[in-house]
T-cell receptor
């Protein structure tokens, strides 16, 4: 079945540095990728939607200059957390929608645990 | 806009008992509905999904859910709980339009006691 590979699975970084998270669709072309953030014991909150070759659409309250999203190809999307601070520590999950499967074809990555110290 | 409400942030059952996790949705167009399970420090696993075919949807691990339009509900059930079912469960909604994200409910923590 469809697989989305998300890396790294966990990362610790110093405050003020930037961290890049990658999501790759391994066996399908992802027209659209979604990025979510999940705080401990909370739900997944949609951060942004990215379509291949165009700028991402950010949800209200998400700083686009802080969370840079690039979707340069149909199989790769990246989320860069710039100038990370401890409050950015969270679980980040990507989701890809299969170009050839309309409607309900969502595949999730395994998530990235970011800890900023 | 679409939304889901999960009633009960925490459900506790005994092993072998019926599991019932409640989800109500709101959508101005016909929805797609999903149930996911998440174990600690892991990603999401799809249990089942409703995409406008049969209203009773069977999923993995013995779970099933019934789409009831009149009640705007999509409750998740399992006849007999196992200890391994203890996890966080999320209901989610989407619609058919391309580029639409899944919107998640707040989640329900299922505890199973022996």
């Amino acid at each position: 079945g469809a697989v989305v590979s998300q890396h790294p699975s966990w990362v610790i970084c110093k405050s003020g540095t930037s961290v890049k998270i990658e999501c790759r669709s391994l066996d399908f072309q992802a027209t659209t990728m979604f990025w979510y953030r999940q705080f401990p014991k909370q739900s997944l909150m949609l951060m942004a939607t990215s379509n291949e070759g165009s700028k991402a659409t950010y949800e209200q309250g998400v700083e686009k200059d802080k969370f840079l999203i690039n979707h340069a190809s149909l199989t790769l999307s990246t989320l860069t957390v710039t100038s990370a601070h401890p409050e950015d520590s969270s679980f980040y999950i990507c989701s890809a929608r299969n170009r050839l499967q309309t409607g309900a074809g969502y595949t999730f990555g395994s998530g990235t645990r970011l800890t900023v110290v | 806009a679409q939304s889901v409400t999960q009633l009960g942030s925490h459900v506790s059952v005994s092993e072998g008992a019926l599991v019932l996790l409640r989800c109500n949705y709101s959508s101005s167009v016909p929805p797609y509905l999903f149930w996911y399970v998440q174990y600690p420090n892991q990603g999401l696993q799809l249990l089942l999904k409703y995409t406008s075919a049969a209203t009773l949807v069977k999923g993995i691990n013995g779970f099933e859910a019934e789409f009831k339009k009149s009640e705007t509900s999509f409750h998740l059930t399992k006849p007999s709980a196992h200890m391994s079912d203890a996890a966080e469960y999320f209901c989610a909604v989407s619609v058919v339009q391309a580029g639409t994200a899944l919107i998640f409910g707040k989640g329900t923590t299922l505890s199973v006691s022996s």
